[in-house]
């Protein structure tokens, strides 16, 4: 998609942006415009993709797990371009797949830790910044259908992305008066090396009514959209980018009609 300086001017951070649908919204961002700070635990490939995409982006290392390191990642982009406009909390973990019964939530607090908490202390110290800035901005959590559709396995993240669902709507009451717009995407079958485990083609023909598997560019087309003045009406929105998978099922084509 060629891009329309949608986002010019504006200072972003992305969280878990070195990496899968992360990168693919830091690489967005910057054909949009946007100045960005990649927010990632992963050093090498963020300070990499910092070099290649140059001046307009910088790497700081930050686990969203740990309040400091999320501060840390807010100052940095404040002192280093000048504020910040957008703030994507997209770092995530789904850890191992178990079912209930037979789980011991081992996984539970890292998951919480990152997928949760990581999402709600992000959107804290940006909004802070934000309101210090004088000038709004858009919050922008990425969420899951797994938090929307129930399912086996994986109940930690499946709960955690259902709390992220609803802590965006009840932060974009709040900071309304802030001329904050708080909204949440949901992600479903996108093709990323963490998806490649999966049998990706099978799920999006048994469980996707549009049959085509989804991409980190198709993610970071809506983010890029409720990060721009164009969403300036727009908060408290969930919307799913699943090829309509959280609507419903396709139609078994083996059947008669």
């Known amino acids: 998609m060629a891009a329309t300086a949608e986002l010019a001017g504006k200072v972003a951070i992305v969280t878990g942006g070195a990496n899968g649908i992360g990168r693919g919204i830091v690489e967005r961002f910057v054909d949009e415009g946007a100045r960005v700070v990649i927010a990632d635990i992963d050093e090498t490939m963020g300070a990499a993709l910092a070099d290649k995409l140059g001046d307009s982006t910088a790497f700081k290392k930050a686990d969203v797990a740990n309040a400091d390191q999320i501060q840390g990642a807010v100052d940095f982009a404040c002192s280093t371009f000048g504020g910040l406009d957008v703030m994507v909390n997209n770092a995530g973990i789904s850890g191992a797949y178990r079912r209930f019964l037979k789980d011991d939530l081992r996984d539970f607090e890292q998951v919480m830790a990152v997928d949760l908490f990581g999402v709600m202390v992000g959107s804290q110290r940006a909004a802070r910044a934000m309101v210090e800035g004088g000038r709004g901005g858009s919050i922008v959590n990425i969420t899951s259908i797994a938090g929307i559709l129930a399912g086996a396995g994986f109940i930690p993240y499946r709960a955690a992305k259902a709390g992220v669902i609803h802590f965006t709507r009840s932060i974009a009451i709040e900071l309304a008066e802030h001329g904050i717009r708080v909204n949440c995407v949901a992600p479903g079958n996108i093709s990323t090396a963490i998806n490649a485990q999966f049998d990706t ?42 090829g309509g998978a959280s609507t419903g099922r396709p139609p078994d084509a083996k059947k008669e009609d």
């Open 201 to 242: 083609a099978a799920v999006v023909q048994a469980r996707q009514p549009l049959q085509r598997l989804g991409s980190p560019e198709d993610i970071a087309n809506a983010i890029v959209y409720l990060a721009s003045d164009r969403a300036a009406q727009v908060t408290g929105v969930l919307l799913p980018v699943d």
